[in-house]
Each structure stands twice: as structure tokens, then as C-alpha cells.
């Protein structure tokens, strides 16, 4: 056993997972890698963004394969032990097992990188088979070739974890990229002692398999590729498997199935399945608490990088999708391995696959409240974005007018939101002022829950503010007309009896406690003029 070879590493890692009160049994995953290991000299290679469960599954097939450890008392209650040839391939192989985002804290240069990685695996190789030879210490695919020669039978399953880590290190040059491909080349295609290798990563392989480096690897992403979709990610009938045992564990649950979906769905396999993403759920459901978990991990700056590259194409797209709005996009996910972007279709595309943005359909989207979060800030703190960022720097005084009651300052606002001449809209319907109003009001979801078209009442309201961190907080209902009075607004409001959403059921405490406000914004497009009313509709009876 060695730190590459045959480690028990995974072993103890993916036995921690198993153990957690979250955990997700995808042991299924191993059926569909049983035929390429029996067949051999296959290369499959899955990308995903981050925190969707890349190192987990690796660890996974490493501790499974690998004859460096007895798995059983891992995998015996697992759906995977019901396999009729469990037994048959349960820690049976030689499993080189290499995180490749394991970087030593002296590291500053490829070479120290490269080096390392070459020395410590011809280091277990020789410790396993001692009578290899090998020109020089680090000749990793020499050593491997002689071994095979002594031994035909000794043939290997590579399992690489996060094969693009080192593309994302300040101290990488192009030179040295190519020449990491070309070392991955070397050691994987078209050798006689790999039996299987399985690699991860974010950015996908697909721009440099169209010549030679890398093109002996199947590629599987999430925006299209349907296979081994249901195992990256939660789906929903998983996450509703896992809020059972939250409401088992929790004496006061603070979290609902609604606020999960609300904060952490919102992606699309290929196949069409939605799913959540996984560390935000099992954080939130472990400290019950709806928080942005996910988009607070790694750089995620690069959403800023993204944007500064490309403003006048990207911004009116955004500001749509900030409005709840999908925006039809093309997308080639090898476009994110760009160091220039300069394309719409360019920036999407590295949007998609590091998770920032949900592709279904020929269309992007911002997935969820989580995601929405960072995009929201990004608009109030980046002047590149012309208008969409002084609306933006707006919406807390548009927020603070409403529970006020200053229309007088609404309708200004409103006013200025109109005479930017704000090019995604033509201000012809209700639909053009309601993205208009997502910008006005983006600083009130940092308190609020903003549903567009919630079922309220009797019929749908525009726009319903649930308070998230105060129930004695104020309650909006806000209804939008287009050549019609905000009394009209005002008059649907209580005539649909929408305010009853904040009631809650007969008999039951109310939830919030705070005063339910009507609010009707309408839009005259003769006068080009804007109107605002507000009414207070606490004492409302349940009726």
C-alpha cells in the first residue's frame, strides 16, 4: 500500500461520508463501470461544478476496486451489495488513486507539481513490485510498461480526482497546460496495463479531445450528457428522503421542503432531471439553517471576471435573468477553458459549468435563490453595469419608501428607472414593468422572500415579499398595471383576497405578525407616467 497505490486513504474517507447523518447511498454507480472494467482500456471522464460530489463518488470507486483495503463493512448494507457480482469485483483491483488538487504548501512552479505526483507514484509502484526497472526516478509510464512486461496480468484502474486543478494556479503557464495534457496522454492512452480510468473535473475535456491529447476519454457533463446524471447531485425524491430524517432529528425544524427548493434546486441534467446541489442541502439541513453555502466556497470572483469582459453584451441578458426570466443562449462548454473570453456565448458558457448558471432547453438561467444571492450583490457593486447597477444601488431606498409609504419617491424611482431607457424593455406590458421592479426591488431579498406569481388567495399576485429573519416584520403584496390605476391594483389585491397567504390556517398562530401591505404600481403608457398607492391590510378577516 502507498499514498497512490493501492492507498487506504479513499477507504477512510469515503467510510466518513457513509456515516454522516445525510449521507446518499449512489452505490449503483459501480454497476455501470463493472462492463468497462471487465472489457478494459476504458477512459470516462466526468465534469461537473464544484460541491456537486465529484470527490465523494471518487473515493467511492477507489475503496470499492481497490485490493488495498476489505471494503465489506462499508459496502455490505449499501445498495450496491445486492449486485449479484458484488463480491466479484469488491476490492479485487490495483487502484492508482491520485487527487490531483493535492498540492504541497511549497509548491510554486508546474515542474515541483508535476515532479511530485511522477516521484511518489514510481515510489509505490517500486514498493509493490520491486524488480521494475525504470529509467529514471520519476518515469512513471516506463516503470508501469515494465511491470506490465513481467506481469500481463498486472493492469491498473486510475482513478483521478479533479484532473483540471492545476489549470486554475496563478504560477501555470499555457506552455505548462500543454504540456500536463500531454503527461495525462502519456500515462492513459492507448496502454496495456490500464484497465479502467475514471477522471473528474469542472472545465470539460471536450476542446482538446478533438485532436490528440486527450480524445481517448467519453466525456459526461452535466448540461448534456444523460449518463451518470442521477449520481452527481441530489435529486428531489433524495432530498425529500433526507428532510425525513431532518424532522426525526430536529425537536424545532427551522426548514422547509419549499425553502430547500427555493435556495438550492434549480439545475437540469440533460436528461431533464432537476436537481439540488448537494453540500448546501446537507449543510443546511445540519445546522437548520436556509443559508448561501455553496457560492461562499472557492473564487468566485470569477462572476465578476466574467462580466468585466464582456458588459454590453451580458448585462441586458442579466438583468432578464435577475427578473426570473431564461435567456436563450448557445452553449459549448469547452468555451470556459478560455483565458479571453469575449463572446456572449463565451461567458455563458463558463457560467454553466461552474455552476453559476442552469442551462435547459436552449436557454440560461439563474437556478435558485442561493445563486441569485451573488448575482444580486454583483449588481450593486459593479459600476461596469451601467444601469442595471444604479437601479440597483436604488433598491434600498425603493424598499424603504414602500414601508414608509412614500410614494412620492416610489414613483421617482420608477421614474428613473424609465428614463435610463433601459434597452431590454419597451415598457409595452406587465411583464416588461415587472423586470423592471426585480431591479427596483433587489436589496429587499436580503430580509425578504420574493415570489413572482405565487398562488395567493383565489387567484396569482405579481409579486409576494415573505419576511425571512423577522416574522414582525411587514408583509407586501405588490400587483402591477399597465394602463390601468394602482386602485384597480389595490381593489385585485383584496378583491382575490391575497393577503390571506400571511393568515395562515383557522385555528393555527399566525406566522407573521407584522403589518400586510398592498401595494399597486401601474404604468400609463400614453402619459409615460408612473402611479403608485399603497393600502394597510392587517385587520383582514379569514373568512
Same mark, same amino acid.
Given at each position: 500500500?502507498?499514498?497512490?497505490?493501492?492507498?487506504?486513504?479513499?477507504?477512510?474517507?469515503?467510510?466518513?461520508?457513509?456515516?454522516?447523518?445525510?449521507?446518499?447511498?449512489?452505490?449503483?454507480?459501480?454497476?455501470?463501470?463493472?462492463?468497462?472494467?471487465?472489457?478494459?482500456?476504458?477512459?470516462?471522464?466526468?465534469?461537473?461544478?464544484?460541491?456537486?460530489?465529484?470527490?465523494?463518488?471518487?473515493?467511492?470507486?477507489?475503496?470499492?476496486?481497490?485490493?488495498?483495503?476489505?471494503?465489506?463493512?462499508?459496502?455490505?448494507?449499501?445498495?450496491?451489495?445486492?449486485?449479484?457480482?458484488?463480491?466479484?469485483?469488491?476490492?479485487?483491483?490495483?487502484?492508482?488513486?491520485?487527487?490531483?488538487?493535492?498540492?504541497?504548501?511549497?509548491?510554486?512552479?508546474?515542474?515541483?507539481?508535476?515532479?511530485?505526483?511522477?516521484?511518489?507514484?514510481?515510489?509505490?509502484?517500486?514498493?509493490?513490485?520491486?524488480?521494475?526497472?525504470?529509467?529514471?526516478?520519476?518515469?512513471?509510464?516506463?516503470?508501469?510498461?515494465?511491470?506490465?512486461?513481467?506481469?500481463?496480468?498486472?493492469?491498473?484502474?486510475?482513478?483521478?480526482?479533479?484532473?483540471?486543478?492545476?489549470?486554475?494556479?496563478?504560477?501555470?503557464?499555457?506552455?505548462?497546460?500543454?504540456?500536463?495534457?500531454?503527461?495525462?496522454?502519456?500515462?492513459?492512452?492507448?496502454?496495456?496495463?490500464?484497465?479502467?480510468?475514471?477522471?473528474?473535473?469542472?472545465?470539460?475535456?471536450?476542446?482538446?479531445?478533438?485532436?490528440?491529447?486527450?480524445?481517448?476519454?467519453?466525456?459526461?457533463?452535466?448540461?448534456?450528457?444523460?449518463?451518470?446524471?442521477?449520481?452527481?447531485?441530489?435529486?428531489?425524491?433524495?432530498?425529500?428522503?433526507?428532510?425525513?430524517?431532518?424532522?426525526?432529528?430536529?425537536?424545532?425544524?427551522?426548514?422547509?421542503?419549499?425553502?430547500?427548493?427555493?435556495?438550492?434546486?434549480?439545475?437540469?441534467?440533460?436528461?431533464?432531471?432537476?436537481?439540488?446541489?448537494?453540500?448546501?442541502?446537507?449543510?443546511?439541513?445540519?445546522?437548520?439553517?436556509?443559508?448561501?453555502?455553496?457560492?461562499?466556497?472557492?473564487?468566485?470572483?470569477?462572476?465578476?471576471?466574467?462580466?468585466?469582459?464582456?458588459?454590453?453584451?451580458?448585462?441586458?441578458?442579466?438583468?432578464?435573468?435577475?427578473?426570473?426570466?431564461?435567456?436563450?443562449?448557445?452553449?459549448?462548454?469547452?468555451?470556459?477553458?478560455?483565458?479571453?473570453?469575449?463572446?456572449?456565448?463565451?461567458?455563458?458558457?463558463?457560467?454553466?459549468?461552474?455552476?453559476?448558471?442552469?442551462?435547459?432547453?436552449?436557454?440560461?438561467?439563474?437556478?435558485?435563490?442561493?445563486?441569485?444571492?451573488?448575482?444580486?450583490?454583483?449588481?450593486?457593486?459593479?459600476?461596469?453595469?451601467?444601469?442595471?447597477?444604479?437601479?440597483?444601488?436604488?433598491?434600498?431606498?425603493?424598499?424603504?419608501?414602500?414601508?414608509?409609504?412614500?410614494?412620492?419617491?416610489?414613483?421617482?424611482?420608477?421614474?428613473?428607472?424609465?428614463?435610463?431607457?433601459?434597452?431590454?424593455?419597451?415598457?409595452?406590458?406587465?411583464?416588461?414593468?415587472?423586470?423592471?421592479?426585480?431591479?427596483?426591488?433587489?436589496?429587499?431579498?436580503?430580509?425578504?422572500?420574493?415570489?413572482?406569481?405565487?398562488?395567493? @388567495? $383565489?387567484?396569482?399576485?405579481?409579486? /409576494?415579499? &415573505?419576511?425571512?429573519?423577522?416574522?414582525?416584520?411587514? =408583509?407586501? *403584496?405588490?400587483? #402591477?398595471?399597465?394602463?390601468?390605476?394602482?386602485?384597480?391594483?389595490?381593489?385585485?389585491?383584496?378583491?382575490?383576497?391575497?393577503?390571506?397567504?400571511?393568515?395562515?390556517?383557522?385555528?393555527?398562530?399566525?406566522?407573521?405578525? @407584522? $403589518?400586510?401591505?398592498?401595494?399597486? /404600481?401601474? &404604468?400609463?403608457?400614453?402619459?409615460?407616467?408612473?402611479? =403608485?398607492? *399603497?393600502?394597510? #391590510?392587517?385587520?383582514?378577516?379569514?373568512?
Amino acid at each position: 500500500m502507498g499514498i497512490y497505490l493501492n492507498s487506504t486513504s479513499a477507504y477512510a474517507l469515503y467510510k466518513g461520508e457513509t456515516i454522516k447523518p445525510y449521507f446518499v447511498d449512489k452505490t449503483q454507480m459501480l454497476e455501470q463501470l463493472f462492463p468497462l472494467v471487465d472489457s478494459g482500456n476504458n477512459h470516462i471522464c466526468i465534469t461537473r461544478p464544484r460541491r456537486f460530489g465529484k470527490t465523494v463518488m471518487a473515493n467511492m470507486i477507489a475503496s470499492f476496486f481497490s485490493k488495498g483495503c476489505d471494503a465489506q463493512d462499508i459496502f455490505e448494507n449499501l445498495a450496491i451489495s445486492r449486485h449479484e457480482k458484488y463480491n466479484q469485483y469488491r476490492n479485487q483491483y490495483s487502484v492508482i488513486h491520485i487527487s490531483l488538487n493535492d498540492i504541497s504548501e511549497e509548491c510554486t512552479s508546474y515542474k515541483q507539481y508535476i515532479e511530485r505526483i511522477r516521484e511518489l507514484l514510481v515510489s509505490d509502484l517500486r514498493r509493490e513490485y520491486p524488480d521494475a526497472r525504470a529509467c529514471g526516478e520519476g518515469n512513471v509510464i516506463d516503470t508501469l510498461l515494465d511491470i506490465y512486461a513481467g506481469n500481463p496480468n498486472a493492469r491498473f484502474i486510475f482513478v483521478l480526482d479533479e484532473w483540471d486543478f492545476i489549470f486554475h494556479q496563478n504560477f501555470v503557464t499555457e506552455e505548462d497546460k500543454m504540456a500536463y495534457l500531454r503527461f495525462l496522454r502519456s500515462l492513459l492512452k492507448d496502454r496495456p496495463y490500464v484497465l479502467m480510468a475514471y477522471m473528474t473535473g469542472i472545465l470539460p475535456i471536450a476542446k482538446y479531445s478533438s485532436g490528440s491529447e486527450l480524445n481517448m476519454f467519453v466525456e459526461f457533463t452535466m448540461a448534456k450528457s444523460p449518463a451518470f446524471a442521477d449520481y452527481f447531485g441530489f435529486t428531489e425524491a433524495e432530498v425529500t428522503q433526507l428532510y425525513g430524517r431532518y424532522l426525526q432529528k430536529s425537536a424545532e425544524a427551522r426548514v422547509t421542503m419549499d425553502g430547500l427548493r427555493l435556495w438550492y434546486n434549480g439545475y437540469h441534467t440533460a436528461s431533464g432531471e432537476r436537481v439540488y446541489n448537494p453540500r448546501s442541502v446537507v449543510l443546511a439541513l445540519s445546522y437548520s439553517s436556509l443559508e448561501n453555502y455553496w457560492t461562499s466556497a472557492g473564487p468566485y470572483d470569477e462572476i465578476y471576471y466574467y462580466i468585466e469582459h464582456n458588459v454590453d453584451e451580458v448585462r441586458d441578458d442579466l438583468a432578464r435573468m435577475i427578473s426570473g426570466a431564461a435567456v436563450p443562449a448557445k452553449i459549448e462548454e469547452y468555451a470556459a477553458t478560455s483565458t479571453n473570453m469575449q463572446t456572449r456565448e463565451e461567458i455563458f458558457s463558463a457560467m454553466v459549468v461552474y455552476g453559476f448558471l442552469s442551462y435547459e432547453n436552449g436557454k440560461v438561467s439563474i437556478p435558485n435563490k442561493e445563486l441569485l444571492e451573488k448575482f444580486a450583490d454583483m449588481m450593486q457593486k459593479e459600476p461596469s453595469l451601467g444601469y442595471v447597477y444604479q437601479l440597483a444601488k436604488e433598491s434600498a431606498r425603493m424598499l424603504q419608501a414602500t414601508l414608509s409609504g412614500d410614494t412620492e419617491t416610489m414613483v421617482q424611482i420608477l421614474e428613473l428607472a424609465h428614463d435610463t431607457e433601459v434597452p431590454l424593455l419597451s415598457y409595452n406590458n406587465e411583464v416588461e414593468l415587472t423586470a423592471v421592479v426585480n431591479l427596483v426591488y433587489l436589496s429587499a431579498r436580503d430580509t425578504y422572500r420574493i415570489e413572482r406569481e405565487d398562488k395567493a @388567495g $383565489r387567484e396569482y399576485v405579481d409579486f /409576494i415579499f &415573505y419576511p425571512e429573519r423577522d416574522r414582525n416584520a411587514d =408583509c407586501i *403584496i405588490l400587483e #402591477l398595471k399597465v394602463d390601468h390605476t394602482p386602485e384597480e391594483a389595490i381593489w385585485q389585491i383584496k378583491e382575490k383576497k391575497y393577503a390571506l397567504k400571511f393568515k395562515g390556517k383557522i385555528g393555527e398562530p399566525e406566522k407573521y405578525t @407584522g $403589518r400586510i401591505l398592498a401595494v399597486g /404600481i401601474s &404604468y400609463d403608457k400614453a402619459e409615460k407616467k408612473h402611479q =403608485c398607492k *399603497i393600502e394597510d #391590510l392587517t385587520d383582514i378577516k379569514v373568512s
